[in-house]
């Protein structure tokens, strides 16, 4: 099978599953089985996700290949990203991390998460030097990756997709100045959807921090590209690339970067087929600027009052 869940135990990686051996052992007849090429991806949720509770364990969820039915928001990232049973479609790892309790706490349960994550990283680039490990996270599974990032040697990551990231530009610049950060590439998912997350996020996180990565990194970076998935524009560049990524339908989604009809085959082709996607030729062809906070929100259209409510309120 060409999935392996894996959990952050404090500051070290294990199996998700109990006595399933050592996990470097797994790894090494994991890796072994892989063609040339073939891609190591690890997929790292976010907040509201506990492995140790079955009711939140993301290996039942968005982590599974086979998630709940019964659940509109299960959509299995393994199977969408293009790994399924086939060890020549490459290794995805599942990471799973305590990110449940208040968003303070899940916040710095994140940085040592991170930790664990370099060292799985570190282990997997041990026994397959040959390869970088791409990295997919979604929201403070976001702060995961980029924790993990200035533990890392150069070339140790390669693709890193960010999606509705919960993480501020003042930590992400400071990673990616990180030797491993310079050398690797980072797709920065973002939306105004995603407006309320962000502020809450500065709010009960931020303590003088500055803006999230809901409005990109900031500043202009060869190897970070910022991709606003409601902007028209945006939209309009994705179709001439041959993605047809769905318009938003509602005012406010913190999963629409995974939810989105459209948005994997963009995510599988940078994974599965870098050499013919280069991120400056998507840069390329994209917008730069983001879209203002809450310009989606505002721009939504008024519903007129009932006419009899019109007389009444000018009266």
Partial sequence: MSLLAVNAIGTVPAFAQAGAGPLAATLADRLAALPPGAPVVVMIHGYSFAPD?????PHRHILSLTPDPGCWKAVSWPRHLGFGRAPRQGLAIAFGWQARGTLWRAGLEALRAGRALARLVTEIRHLRPDAPVDLVAHSLGARVALAALPRLAPGDAGRIILMAAAEFRRRARAAMDSPAGRAAEVLNVTSRENDPFDLCVELVLGAGSGRTLGHGLGRRQANWLDLQIDDPASLSALRGLGFRVAAPA????HRSSYLRPGLFPLYRVLIHDRARWPLPMLAAALP???????????????????LPLRRNASS
Wanted: glycine residues 0%.
């Fill in 250 to 253: 509602v005012a406010v989604c």
């Fill in 53 to 57: 509770s079955p009711r939140h364990d």
């Fill in 288 to 306: 730069e600027r983001q879209s203002p906070r809450w310009s989606r929100l505002l721009a939504a259209p008024r519903v007129p009052l009932p």
